[in-house]
Nanobody, 120 residues
Framework: EVRLVESGGGLVQPGGSLRLSCVAS????????MTWVRQAPGKGLERVSS????????FYEDFVKGRFTISRDDAKNTLYLQLNSLEVEDTAMYYC?????????????RGQGTQVTVSS
């Protein structure tokens, strides 16, 4: 059974930073692309970033604007997302998803997510 457990969210002021983690189990993590997805209040799911198996390819959505960094540690079956220069508009529930997901749907969400709230 695929299991994804996200953590690291919290309340931060605009301009602040957070580091999100996603621990995966139930599949060969190192052999799979992975994606970070978010859902802001009242909005649909949107991709944030994807990373190829073994970190070979990385993609960021335009709104990231160089502020976030995706990475992975295959030895720990863990995916990361470093969030810097956070903006109020980044407030959302953040999820990790297995595989390269360009247009996420609810079927891609396997974990409980981690809440990021950016507010002064």
């Amino acid at each position: 059974e695929v299991r994804l457990v996200e953590s690291g969210g919290g309340l931060v002021q605009p301009g602040g930073s957070l580091r999100l983690s996603c621990v995966a189990s139930g599949f060969a993590f190192g052999s799979h692309h992975m994606t970070w997805v978010r859902q802001a209040p009242g909005k649909g799911l949107e991709r944030v970033s994807s990373i190829g198996a073994r970190g070979g390819t990385i993609f960021y959505e335009d709104f990231v604007k160089g502020r976030f960094t995706i990475s992975r540690d295959d030895a720990k079956n863990t995916l990361y997302l470093q969030l810097n220069s956070l903006e109020v508009e980044d407030t959302a529930m953040y999820y990790c998803a297995k595989d390269w997901v360009s247009t996420p749907t609810i079927r891609d969400i396997r974990g409980q997510g981690t809440q990021v709230t950016v507010s002064s």
